[in-house]
């Protein structure tokens, strides 16, 4: 049960990412979120 979820989440995940809209707005995060280290990230840690 928990597999076949697990499954059906990632397929809703991907077809999420494969929307443009959901690609910009996850590089804008990413760079929120490198800029200023990360909320558990080290700063200079790479």
Known sequence: MK????LKA???ARREMA???NQR???EL???VT???G???RP???
């Open 3 to 6: 597999s076949g979820l697990a």
């Open 10 to 12: 990632a397929q809703i």
């Open 19 to 21: 929307k443009p809209e």
């Open 25 to 27: 707005r996850a590089k």
């Open 30 to 32: 990413l760079a929120k």
């Open 35 to 37: 800029r200023r280290g």
């Open 39 to 41: 909320p558990a990230g």
């Open 44 to 46: 200079g840690a790479r």
